[in-house]
Structures are given as C-alpha cells and as structure tokens.
C-alpha cells in the first residue's frame, strides 16, 4: 500500500513538473501572441436528431458556444482567459443565421481588463475572427444527411442555417492588424484545405506561430513571420518616440469626427471623465477608443477599458472611478434610464455612428484649450 502511494506520488510530481515547464515556457515576457482560442458550438449537438425539430429561434435559446480549443492550454500567470471572454466577442448574444448566402467574415478587436492579473500588463488585447458554417458540414461529420432524419432548411424560402465560430489571438500587445493579417491567413488556409485537401495540418501552425514568434523589441526591427512556404507576414515595430498602440488605418476612424469633437474628447479623457462609445458597428468600437487613447501619448490612460461591455455586465457604469467602455448598439440618450442606471457622476456619452457627444451631469463647464493652440490642433486635424 505504501509502495503504491509512493509511486502515486513519484507520478503527480512528474505531472506537477510538467505544468511548471509548459508554465515556463508559454508565461516568458518575449512571446509575441499569448493564446489561440477557438469559440463555437461543439458539432455533438447535431447528433441528437431531436435537436433538428426546433425552429431557428429555439435553436438559438438551447445553443450556447464553448471555448473548444485554448492553445497553450494552460493557465498563464500574466494573462488569463475564462468563459467571460465568449460574452465580450458576441456581447448581444450567439445566433445562429438563416441567409440565402454566406454571410460574409467579421473583423473585429477587444481591449479587457486584465489589472487582476498583472500590476504591468493592465490590458489584454483580443483580436477576432467570425466565420460561418454551413450547417451541412456538420450534417456530414456524422452522416445524417444519409438518414435522412434532419431538415433544418427554412421550408419557406429554403435558406441555409449558418453556424458562428470566433478565431482568435489573445496577447498583451495590441498588434491588431497583424494579428488579423495571421487570422485570415490562417482562415484562408483552411478553406483551401477542404477544397484541395491538403494534408499540411493547421494546429501545427498556429503552434508554430505562438511558440515560435517572439515579441518585437522597441526601435527598427522587424520579424518575418512565414506561415507556411511562400505565404511570409512581415512585422515592424514602431520607433521608440512614437505612440506604440496604433496599428491600424487611422484615417478610415478618425473621419467618424469633426476637429471640434476630436479635442472635446481629448479634454474629457485627459480630465478623466467617465466615457461611453456607442456603435452598432462592433469593428468600430475598440479602434476608436484606441486611436483616442493613442492621441494623448506620451501620456497613458491608468482606469479600466472594456471596448465591448455586454448587457451582464451594465452594472460596471456605476463604478465610482474614471472609466472607458463600449457598448455595441446604436446611441439611444435614454440608454441609462432604460437600464435603470442611477449615474450622478458626470458622464460623456459618444455616439461613433453619427460623431456626436452626449454629455449627462454636466456640473461644470470643462476647461478651454488655449484658442490658439486649439486652432492649430484643429488644423492639424482637418489636414490628416
């Protein structure tokens, strides 16, 4: 009996080891992209035929996503990843989509929390990728068409049911573009794989790319990142006197504002004033926020950012200190009372799709920019 504890223990050691290496080797301060994650439907479900007797709708009250696949699948002490993450990436809710036609990828980029975590890395950046797939895909994983027992065709005008699935890169570094760059690559690969049936293996490569690619040291560098052979991504890091954030076009975000409403925002972030961007647009909401905290550089904003804020979590408005959060639906100015939001505090409300300001509370009028300077900043920003 104490031969087999002994050994028990030998072998739980042996384990305990090997999480503290994976640790090591995943948790080091140089890795360039810290998770891969994969967020959808497991195709099990489609195996309970009665499953199919549902309309869309109740299809999309009984489905939920899942995280299926974390790479590296372990717990990293700078940065952690938890079912939350799936309530930011469809914060109105997973649905599957009756369409005629593939409704088209979407593009899009998180900024959480992640103070909890870390006293140095306070952000954690999310670049995403939605796809859709036909349901027949998962009709042929386990040869039910052949049964004959499923029909989940809309009867009345014969449009397919499209499932979602979120790729994406989880990091500290807000390299959005190059992440979304890697992303679609990667999705692209793995279209052309079902077509021609390839036999290269995209797991590896998404390995490949997170332990193999370091994160990019300040100054004139770059990293050329070849996915597989003749597909390259070439990566720069910025010069050490510029804004290190914006990885992004700025001028297709910036146009969403006049000059005057540049600056008044500016003011307001600067004076720390409690924020909320609105946008039915989800792309639009983490790049805006972005390129505004961008424009304060060399300063940096020091209070919680939630580009995307789901309905669960509306509370968080009532928070005593500065804050910045989006909110993916269009601007409505009775958005706090229709939450039963209380706010005394002085809030500014942001509407992206129209580029106006909404201010709530206003006790004093904010401080003016010298006119001077104001007019150059005006100027400037009307040449970019």
């Given amino acids: 009996m104490e031969d087999n504890n002994n050994k028990n223990n030998i072998e739980n050691k042996k384990i305990d080891d090997i999480i503290e290496y994976e640790r090591l080797l995943f948790d080091g301060n140089n890795i360039f992209i810290d998770y891969f994650l994969e967020i959808g439907i497991k195709p099990e479900i489609f195996n309970d035929e009665n499953i199919f007797n549902k309309n869309l709708d109740e299809l999309n009250e009984i489905i939920k996503p899942e ?13 952690q990843i938890n079912n939350e993450i799936i309530k930011n990436i469809f914060p109105n809710g997973y649905k599957l ?14 900024i959480l929390d992640n103070r909890f975590y870390s006293a140095i890395n306070t952000y954690k950046f999310i670049t995403c990728a939605i796809i859709y797939e036909d349901i027949n895909q998962y009709k042929e994983i386990y040869n039910l068409q052949k049964e004959n027992k499923i029909n989940i065709e809309n009867k009345e005008n014969k449009e397919n049911i499209y499932i979602p699935k979120c790729l994406c890169f989880v990091s500290i570094h807000p390299y959005f573009n190059y992440f979304t760059i890697i992303l679609n690559t990667l999705i692209n690969l793995f279209e052309e794989k079902i077509k021609l049936k390839a036999d290269f293996l995209l797991d590896k490569i998404i390995q490949h790319i997170i332990i193999e690619t370091p994160e990019i040291p300040r100054g004139l560098r770059k990293i050329n990142l070849q996915i597989i052979k003749d597909i390259n ?11 290190s954030l914006i990885n992004f076009d700025i001028k297709k975000y910036i146009k969403f504002f006049s000059s005057q409403n540049i600056i008044e925002i500016l003011t307001y972030i600067l004076l720390e004033t409690k924020m909320i961007f609105f946008s039915s647009n989800i792309e639009n909401l983490t790049y805006v926020i972005m390129l505004f905290l961008n424009m304060i550089f060399p300063f940096k904003y020091q209070y919680q950012i939630i580009s995307i804020l789901y309905k669960e979590k509306f509370h968080y408005l009532n928070n005593k200190s500065p804050f910045i959060y989006g909110i993916n639906e269009s601007f409505n100015e009775n958005f706090l009372q229709n939450n039963n939001l209380n706010i005394k ?11 106006l300001i909404n201010t709530q509370n206003l006790e004093n009028d904010i401080p003016q920019i010298p006119i001077s300077l104001r007019n150059k900043l005006e100027e400037n920003f009307k040449k970019s």
């Fill in 97 to 110: 989509i009756s369409s005629n036609e593939k409704p088209n990828k979407i593009n899009f980029s998180l």
């Fill in 233 to 243: 991504i070439n990566i720069e890091e910025h010069k050490m006197t510029e804004a």
């Fill in 345 to 355: 505090d002085t809030i500014i409300l942001i509407d992206i799709d129209n580029g």
């Fill in 67 to 79: 995280i299926l696949c974390k790479f590296p699948n372990i717990d990293k002490k700078r940065i």
